[in-house]
């Protein structure tokens, strides 16, 4: 894997980009996707990506649960929206809950990335403990004080990557 970095912020990076994500919890765990950030870097966060053009937020989250999981999804009920600010990467992000509707759970792909500079290393459902045993600068801000999941299905109002929520 050739300067990774390099490769994320040219396709990603330096600019403000719109997300969807989808939460699927089945038996007490959550999906989650570990990504290949850098040498010797990671992060955990659940299925999602960039929102195409004149493509709803729905079709969206249904297409990159699809790549990045083999999971076909149908969308739930709006939860949050949440500021990733970590330069050079920017983003607004929706999550929605989701339930699954059919497939085989797989290791997927970023079809915006060539086959030999693939980020995602791996695709598991993990308990709270397992997510809490994540290094914090390893996942996403949002799972990073929640004890239960239920605490994200009351998750409500706009987090700014300090974790703050301003209501």
Not at 54 to 77: Q, Y
Not at 127 to 136: F, L, P
Request: glycine share 6%; aromatic share 10%.
């Amino acid at each position: 894997m050739q300067n990774i970095e390099k490769e994320i912020n040219e396709k990603f990076g330096g600019r403000l980009r719109t997300r969807v994500n989808g939460v699927l919890i089945e038996n007490d765990k959550i999906l989650m996707i570990k990504h290949r950030m850098g040498h010797n870097k990671s992060f955990w966060n659940v299925p999602g990506g960039g929102m195409d053009y004149n493509t709803n937020a729905t079709d969206n989250l249904k297409r990159e649960f699809l790549e990045e999981t083999g999971l076909e999804i149908e969308v739930k009920k709006f939860l949050t929206v949440s500021e990733f600010l970590q330069p050079p990467l920017h983003a607004i992000e929706l999550y929605f809950e989701v339930s699954k509707k059919s497939g085989d759970l797989i290791k997927g792909i970023d079809p915006e990335l060539s086959q030999n500079k693939q980020l995602i290393e791996e695709v598991k459902f993990m308990s709270m403990e397992e997510i809490s045993e994540i290094k914090k600068e390893e996942k996403h801000h949002l799972f990073w004080k929640i004890k239960s999941v239920n605490d994200i299905r009351i998750w409500k109002g706009y987090f700014n990557f300090e974790n703050k929520c301003i209501k």
